[in-house]
């Protein structure tokens, strides 16, 4: 598997309900980053959790972060259909350049009104 | 402030001509990366400039490609004789300093190549 890689591939869920997706990667990290990408569109950053965190809030959102396990969730609470996107982590690599992301192949979520 | 710019946004190429993007960073920012989707794949990684640098190159196809960021005006990066392969999105990044905290992202550029 290569860095960066969440699962599950994809993840259908009603409206309000909450949506969880993982991701795992290889390589020690500095930091690693959700970002969503809307159909056809650019990617959004939503949040970034550094190595030495746990866990962290923003909004709706909650991103954990197991540096023994070399994994990562994010949580989106009380789901909208506007949440509807791909979700991808990325990592940087520890000892690595301090500007290349690796990206995983993304979360394709779908929320149903 | 305005964010990343790319354009065009939509970019229809026959076999064998020539294909150039064009990604204007974020007001302030002079660091670019260059990172490529194929369809239903995660970003890769192509290339990162610096004004009139090419600093690291590793992620992009030694033949057919090329990037640059001139000291005035956009980052190009220039896909010469595409083949139907080369059919993506490109999406260009840009931040102030090199750095893998939150780079801002531009729309993207998509290539068809027919």
């Known amino acids: 598997s290569q860095q960066g890689e969440e699962d599950p591939q994809a993840l259908s869920i009603q409206e309000g309900e909450n949506a969880t997706m993982n991701c795992s990667y290889k390589?020690?990290?500095?930091?690693l980053q959700w970002y969503r990408q809307n159909s056809g569109r650019g990617l959004v950053h939503l949040i970034l959790i550094r190595s030495n965190e746990r866990e962290k809030h923003s909004g709706r959102l909650r991103v954990t972060l197991d540096t023994s396990k070399k994994s990562s969730s994010l949580l989106i609470t009380a789901s909208r259909a506007a949440d509807t996107a791909s979700y991808f982590c990325a990592t940087d690599a520890r000892g690595g350049s301090n500007y290349k992301l690796t990206f995983g192949k993304g979360t394709l979520l779908t929320v149903n009104p | 402030n305005a964010g990343v710019m790319q354009n065009p946004r939509h970019l229809v190429r026959r076999r064998g001509q020539e294909a150039r993007l064009r990604c204007s960073p974020m007001?302030?920012?002079?660091?670019v990366y260059w990172y490529r989707q194929l369809p239903e794949e995660g970003l890769k990684f192509m290339v990162y400039?610096?004004?009139?640098?090419?600093?690291?190159e590793s992620g992009m196809p030694k033949e057919r490609f090329s990037a640059e960021f001139p000291k005035e005006g956009p980052s190009i990066l220039r896909i010469q004789q595409v083949v139907r392969g080369d059919s993506a999105a490109y999406f260009c990044?840009?931040?102030?300093?090199?750095?893998?905290?939150?780079?801002?992202f531009g729309p993207g550029t998509r290539l068809t190549v027919l």
């Open positions: 390589t020690s990290i500095n930091n």
């Open positions: 007001k302030g920012h002079s660091h």
């Open positions: 990044a840009s931040t102030p300093i090199p750095s893998t905290d939150t780079q801002y």
């Open positions: 400039l610096q004004k009139e640098n090419i600093i690291d």
